[in-house]
């Protein structure tokens, strides 16, 4: 028998697509972008187009395990299930609640992961995360500019004339943006990207600005005293702004061509993007989630909101300053207190290092779902010694990762093909429902049934009873049933959120305490020259892997990308090995003319076991604001072998 099925994409990533499925005699031979999704339109990314080989692959984990003398022996999920509700309640008996961390990732952005939340807050309420790996900086920024953070719908950037990509590279992180942006060329706008990295994207904008990593807020600044000296502010500005005066006095500290110099930047780059903002608006501004991840990532995203407030960019169709859609906004999970209730939290960047130096009590057990912080958080080496010194670790996934190597005990879950749930999306405003396509394999569970497994042998059996589409009724009722979405709407087909406007701020009126932009007065930090570890290592997202996942297998040396000038004589193609302050991996070099000399690009998501991970060469840093993950400040260099 032949049957297609529908569902949305969980993976973490902007797009949230529509996906149909062919199954043939109960297996899935085909998967397709859902041409009915106004954003999938028909087409999925070069990752989710190959999870076929992930869905049944041989790697698959398809039974619990326990390691025992270092090796991982499959068994029952009784035994399994038995043995966690023990270790977990003694370790909670004898050390309080504050024992237990649990940490859970984006692997799936589905809303019912959260209930895994909620088990351990009833359970404890354990130790949670704080902070956020992905977008912390930026979330701050915005939160703190204008009082909370949400975006222009994504097709009001038909109604620009001016898009700036800033920090973005929109072809592989998020592809279904490219069809609106190509729509919005037809209708005559201009694309400008501002990215220290070339990539694909370039291709789409009819100008390329590559400013020195880290600097933005130097060109921002270049950009806003041309704003201020032309006149180019909007004539309310001082109505809608405070602290215009000082952010003028911030913007005029500097001439145009000693900002542009600290950006390295030409100052006619920065005369352009003025014009832009101001006489020929309306001009967008995309934010990028990488360009935060920064020591000075919040400050940054500051000036941008800043450039578009006193432009008069803020509040107009085809304008505004989007970084992140609310993905969560349209569902109730108020019912998880989440960090609140908490008895401590762990800095989500500095994983490894608070994980160490927790005590009273220290952190005994550590329960990681749906992540992979080995692999994919800062300074690997130092979360390796941090897991393997604690005495009960338990990693839910589908694979053998990096971090499940570590585990005492592994559960194995359902992937996005077998997940029902509920999804919003942060790249646009488009909701809908997971359904699953096929039964997972026989020994496969839902984060949910293992949730409930335990919650039933600890004593909150009744607290987390409900079947998946209870759990969703739960998430919709109280926003979306009012406004007419039911669950049963959402299995229909996705639908756009009622809650966001299509334009934002457009009484110019901000959920601030004082219901105006609160600009920036100050210049953020600075990430500073390093001599002796001369190029910013750049470890960016791949089209080939979502994050630690990569869609085939990956062998060999990572590829580091970096100008000719900055190899050292090292030839294309060979291999060198790659040093930061903390660590060194062999790689192998490919020259790119097109990048600056001061950046060695990586893959993320690299395996540790591969040495292909650049987050063992990665202090655990913050950013400036909002404890997200210096990322991108690295400093290394490349040594001939
Ligand atoms: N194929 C693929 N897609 C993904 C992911 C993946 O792993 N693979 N990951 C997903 C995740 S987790 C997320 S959060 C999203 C977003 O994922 P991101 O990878 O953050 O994507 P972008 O928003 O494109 O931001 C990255 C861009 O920011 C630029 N950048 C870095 N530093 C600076 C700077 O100082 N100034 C400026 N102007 N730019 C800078 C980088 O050069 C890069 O081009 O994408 C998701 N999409
Ligand atoms: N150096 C460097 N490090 C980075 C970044 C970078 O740009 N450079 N990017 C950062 C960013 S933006 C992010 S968001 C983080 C991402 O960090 P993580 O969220 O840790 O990333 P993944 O490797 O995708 O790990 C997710 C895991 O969840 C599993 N999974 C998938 N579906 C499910 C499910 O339904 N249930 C469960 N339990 N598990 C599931 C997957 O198999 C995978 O192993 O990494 C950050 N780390
Ligand atoms: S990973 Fe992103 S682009 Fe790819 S199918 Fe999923 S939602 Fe779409
Ligand atoms: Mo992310």
Redesign the pocket.
């Known amino acids: 028998m032949i049957e297609t099925k529908k569902t949305l994409c969980n993976?973490?990533?902007?797009?949230a697509c529509g996906i149909v499925a062919t199954i043939e005699d109960g297996r899935i031979t085909k998967i397709r972008g859902d041409k009915e999704h106004p954003i999938t339109r028909g087409f999925l990314?070069?990752?989710t187009s190959l999870f076929l080989s992930t869905q049944y692959s041989q790697e698959r984990l398809t039974s619990p395990l326990l390691r025992h003398n270092g090796e991982f022996h499959p068994i029952s999920w009784e035994e399994a299930l038995d043995l966690a509700a023990d270790r977990l309640t003694m370790i909670r008996n004898e050390s309080g609640p504050a024992a237990i961390f649990h940490y859970r990732s984006?692997g799936s952005l589905g809303l019912l992961k959260h209930l895994s939340d909620y088990f351990f807050e009833r359970f404890g309420p354990v130790t949670t995360k704080r902070g956020d790996i992905?977008?912390g900086g930026g979330d701050a920024a915005q939160t703190l500019d204008f009082g909370e953070e949400e975006s222009h719908d994504i097709f009001d950037l038909l109604n620009a004339k001016n898009i700036l990509l800033?920090?973005?590279?929109?072809f592989?992180?998020?592809?279904h943006t490219v069809p609106v942006l190509m729509d919005a060329k037809a209708k005559g706008a201009k694309l400008v990207l501002?990215?220290?990295?070339h990539?694909k994207?370039a291709a789409l904008c009819e100008r390329f600005i590559q400013?020195?990593?880290?600097?933005?807020f130097a060109l921002a600044m270049a950009v806003a005293r041309i704003l201020f000296e032309n006149n180019w502010i909007d004539p309310q500005a001082g109505s809608y702004c405070d602290h215009l005066d000082a952010f003028r006095g911030l913007a005029m500290c500097h001439s145009v061509e000693n900002w542009c110099q600290g950006a390295d930047v030409a100052p006619e780059s920065a005369h352009d993007l003025a014009r832009r903002l101001g006489p020929e608006k309306p001009t967008a501004i995309l934010?990028?989630?990488?360009?935060g991840?920064?020591i000075n990532?919040a400050g940054?995203v500051r000036a941008l909101d800043a450039l578009c407030a006193i432009s008069g960019n803020i509040g107009i169709s085809g304008g505004g300053v989007s970084f992140y859609f609310k993905r969560r906004g349209a569902f109730d999970t108020s019912f998880i207190r989440g960090k609140e209730a908490a008895p401590r939290t762990v800095c989500e960047p500095l994983f490894g290092p608070e994980l160490l130096r927790l005590s009273d009590p220290p952190i005994r057990a550590v329960w990681v779902t749906a992540g992979n912080p080995v692999a994919m958080l800062p300074e690997s080496e130092t979360t390796i010694k941090a897991l393997s010194s604690r005495e009960f670790v338990v990693v839910v996934d589908s694979f053998l990762t990096d971090t499940a190597r570590l585990a005492h005990l592994v559960l194995p879950t359902t992937t996005l093909l077998e997940a029902d749930d509920l999804l919003g999306s942060?790249?646009h405003h488009w909701i809908g429902v997971a359904r699953p396509v096929v039964a997972p394999p026989a020994g496969v569970k839902s984060d949910l049934e293992i949730t409930q497994e335990l919650a039933d042998r600890v004593g909150l059996g009744e607290v987390m009873a409900g079947s998946p589409s209870d759990w969703k009724r739960r998430f919709i009722a109280p926003k979306l049933e009012p406004r007419g979405l039911t669950l049963e709407t959402l299995e229909a087909g996705a639908a756009r959120n009622p809650l966001p406007k299509k334009v934002l701020f457009a009484d110019r009126k901000f959920p601030t305490a004082t219901r105006r932009v609160n600009l920036m007065t100050e210049a953020p930090p600075s990430a500073g020259d390093n001599l002796e570890y001369p190029l910013f290592m750049?470890s960016?997202?791949?089209?080939?892997?979502?994050?630690s996942h990569w869609a085939t297998p990956q062998e060999g040396p990572a590829t580091v990308t970096v100008h000719p000038d900055a190899a050292r004589d090292i030839a294309d193609g060979s291999l060198c090995r790659m040093e930061s302050a903390i660590g060194s991996m062999m790689v192998r070099l490919r020259h790119d003319a097109r990048q600056r000399r001061d950046v060695a690009?990586i893959p993320?998501?690299g395996h540790y076991k591969d040495g292909r991970c650049a987050n063992a060469l990665l202090r655990a840093r913050t950013t400036d604001l909002g404890e997200g993950g210096a990322l991108?400040d690295e400093r290394v260099r490349l040594v001939r072998i």
């Open positions: 993976r973490d990533c902007p797009d990314c070069y990752r984006g992905c977008s800033w920090g973005k590279n929109v592989t992180s998020s592809p501002i990215d220290p990295a990539h994207t400013p020195r990593p880290g600097s933005d934010v990028g989630w990488g360009m991840r920064r990532g940054m942060y790249g750049m960016l997202s791949t089209e080939k892997s979502q994050s690009i993320k998501g991108y």
